[in-house]
């Protein structure tokens, strides 16, 4: 199968694309591209390794994690991807790894997963809820201007000199 272009179809303008598709950027200096890392739990135990980023290419800042979860977990192939919000991450100082506080091993069976055909608010919402977070107001104008987005807590552990 080809690699597409199109933006991923979301609910609010098809604004999010994935960096793979996107020729002309590439991860800000100083941050590692953490595609390929494996991605932890509070349990310590991996269940899964970023397969993607995918970018608000209006504000021009990484949004979610797109996360292949592992084999061991026994999930069918076309609910093996889930998506993270940056901000509910973190870097290891020192290893390839991605940190989710959040969630367990055995959490992320609960979590919804990604069909990669369409990114709606209601599963935004979804994802929110399923972290344990606040859902923004109503009167909020950018839904991602909130703790869960925070690309800066994300990286500050992990800077390339």
Known sequence: MEPTTDPIPSGQGMHLRRLRDLTEFEVADGNPDV???SVRGADGRQFGQVHELIVDMEALKVRYLDVELDDSLHINE????????IGVAAL???GDNVFVPSLTSQRVLDYPPFVEIQITRQYEEAMLRALDLPLPQATTSDFYNQ??????SFYQRRRLS
Not at 78 to 85: A, E, F
Not at 147 to 152: I, L, N, T
């Open 35 to 37: 595609r390929g890392w």
């Open 78 to 85: 076309r609910d093996r991807h889930i998506l993270l919000p």
């Open 92 to 94: 290891d100082e020192d």
């Open 147 to 152: 703790p869960g987005y925070d690309d800066q």
